[in-house]
């Protein structure tokens, strides 16, 4: 009798950990967890020879030499994490040798003491992927190659669905113990639509909301459902009051309800990040943004680093290494009045030589993270 109670007992507490493990981290949880970060300093990381995520990762064109260099950059700006986005089509074409490639990618990663925060799926641009060779950049233009993640195609046909599971339970359950990746950020800004650049093949936003909410829903389950150690985050980024509940979306409440840490962007000036920190504040858990630094809005690393660091919120901007994405150029360069670099950077850090565009950011940046 006495076995059996031990027996029970100890099933019981092992369904608990189990449970446990299955759902939204506590409070409690994600600060401990927190507590054991540095600040967290990077940049949202393509490696200056890749247009999009599919160049970036394919084995045609995956170049570990040229990350591990760019890397080594990162790192001596005292950088300590990166965002880097992967793609649901990478995984239907060669699921092992994605893995192989993450393998090695944060083998070198590991060597640069940086711990990527990995995207699994992403509403913005380009709304038609194709794996296999990619376009060129169109000239002079931001993000011209960059990729939706589903496809609209695959979007609107839920017979892709289980396909998509697929893949989340496949990456996150292969590295779900891995202590070299910092976390999963399920979907990056679900709400955007590009319908207004790509008029015949995305969605409007309101359509699209409809078909993405459920399957951000799932996404976010399917990844919960793996058991991974590292936490899971969806960034909120559409204004609103996010201090106010009812000011809310349905996909904003869906993102900050589902987190185990609270991520957002801001690419206003420094007044706005500090109020969107404080906003965020409300919810008890750790705050990192994701998204920041355009220069020609206002936001700066001299106007956004240092108080984020003065609230240990981890910053992550835009962009690193001038390259195929071209996103110093501005969102309007779109329109197709740009025919030269612009003079001043919209968004990177580095000219490919590894030189930086203003040494006055670099200084600061070295600076902050000195005694990280």
Same mark, same amino acid.
């Given at each position: 009798?006495?076995?059996?109670?031990?027996?029970?007992?100890?099933?019981?507490?092992?369904?608990?950990?189990?449970?446990?493990?299955?759902?939204?981290?506590?409070?409690?949880?994600?600060?401990?967890?927190?507590?054991?970060?540095?600040?967290?300093?990077?940049?949202?990381?393509?490696?200056?020879?890749?247009?999009?995520?599919?160049?970036?990762?394919?084995?045609?064109?995956?170049?570990?030499?040229?990350?591990?260099?760019?890397?080594?950059?990162?790192?001596?700006?005292?950088?300590?994490?990166?965002?880097?986005?992967?793609?649901?089509?990478?995984?239907?074409? %060669?699921?092992?040798?994605?893995?192989?490639?993450? %393998?090695?990618?944060?083998?070198?990663?590991?060597?640069?003491?940086?711990?990527?925060?990995?995207?699994?799926?992403?509403?913005?641009?380009?709304?038609?992927?194709?794996?296999?060779?990619?376009?060129?950049?169109?000239?002079?233009?931001?993000?011209?190659?960059?990729?939706?993640?589903?496809?609209?195609?695959?979007?609107?046909?839920? +017979?892709?669905?289980?396909?998509?599971?697929?893949?989340?339970?496949?990456?996150?359950?292969?590295?779900?113990?891995?202590?070299?990746?910092?976390?999963?950020?399920?979907?990056?800004?679900?709400?955007?639509?590009?319908?207004?650049?790509?008029?015949?093949?995305?969605?409007?936003?309101?359509?699209?909301?409809?078909?993405?909410?459920?399957?951000?829903?799932?996404?976010?389950?399917?990844?919960?459902?793996?058991?991974?150690?590292?936490?899971?985050?969806?960034?909120?980024?559409?204004?609103?009051?996010?201090?106010?509940?009812?000011?809310?979306?349905?996909?904003?409440?869906?993102?900050?309800?589902?987190?185990?840490?609270?991520?957002?962007?801001?690419?206003?000036?420094?007044?706005?990040?500090?109020?969107?920190?404080?906003?965020?504040?409300?919810?008890?858990?750790?705050?990192?943004?994701?998204?920041?630094?355009?220069?020609?809005?206002?936001?700066?690393?001299?106007?956004?680093?240092?108080?984020?660091?003065?609230?240990?919120?981890?910053?992550?901007?835009?962009?690193?290494? +001038?390259?195929?994405?071209?996103?110093?150029?501005?969102?309007?360069?779109?329109?197709?009045?740009?025919?030269?670099?612009?003079?001043?950077?919209?968004?990177?850090?580095?000219?490919?030589?590894?030189?930086?565009?203003?040494?006055?950011?670099?200084?600061?940046?070295?600076?902050?993270?000195?005694?990280?």
């Amino acid at each position: 009798m006495k076995r059996q109670l031990i027996l029970f007992l100890f099933m019981l507490c092992t369904a608990g950990v189990f449970a446990q493990q299955n759902t939204r981290w506590t409070e409690a949880q994600a600060n401990a967890w927190y507590a054991r970060q540095p600040w967290l300093v990077g940049t949202n990381y393509t490696p200056a020879y890749a247009i999009n995520q599919l160049e970036f990762w394919q084995e045609e064109t995956f170049d570990l030499k040229a990350i591990e260099k760019e890397l080594a950059w990162a790192e001596a700006l005292g950088m300590n994490t990166q965002r880097v986005f992967l793609h649901d089509l990478l995984y239907k074409q %060669d699921k092992e040798g994605l893995f192989r490639r993450m %393998d090695a990618f944060l083998s070198l990663c590991k060597i640069h003491h940086i711990k990527p925060l990995f995207v699994l799926f992403d509403s913005c641009w380009d709304p038609a992927p194709k794996p296999g060779k990619q376009n060129p950049p169109r000239p002079h233009t931001h993000n011209s190659g960059w990729l939706q993640s589903p496809g609209i195609a695959a979007l609107q046909n839920p +017979a892709e669905y289980a396909r998509l599971e697929d893949y989340v339970k496949g990456v996150v359950g292969h590295f779900k113990n891995d202590k070299r990746i910092l976390g999963w950020d399920i979907w990056n800004e679900p709400e955007h639509s590009s319908h207004k650049l790509f008029p015949v093949e995305d969605l409007s936003e309101k359509a699209k909301l409809a078909l993405v909410l459920p399957l951000l829903e799932q996404s976010f389950a399917w990844a919960r459902s793996a058991s991974p150690s590292q936490p899971l985050t969806a960034a909120i980024w559409q204004d609103s009051n996010w201090s106010v509940r009812d000011s809310l979306t349905a996909c904003q409440k869906l993102m900050l309800d589902n987190s185990d840490i609270i991520t957002f962007h801001n690419y206003r000036g420094g007044d706005k990040f500090e109020m969107r920190v404080k906003w965020l504040q409300q919810y008890n858990r750790p705050i990192i943004c994701t998204e920041y630094m355009a220069r020609n809005t206002g936001s700066t690393f001299e106007a956004v680093l240092p108080i984020a660091k003065k609230y240990k919120v981890g910053a992550i901007n835009w962009g690193f290494v +001038a390259g195929k994405t071209q996103t110093n150029y501005p969102w309007q360069s779109w329109s197709g009045q740009f025919t030269a670099e612009p003079k001043l950077w919209f968004h990177d850090i580095l000219r490919p030589d590894g030189t930086a565009f203003d040494a006055k950011e670099t200084d600061l940046i070295k600076q902050l993270t000195k005694a990280n």
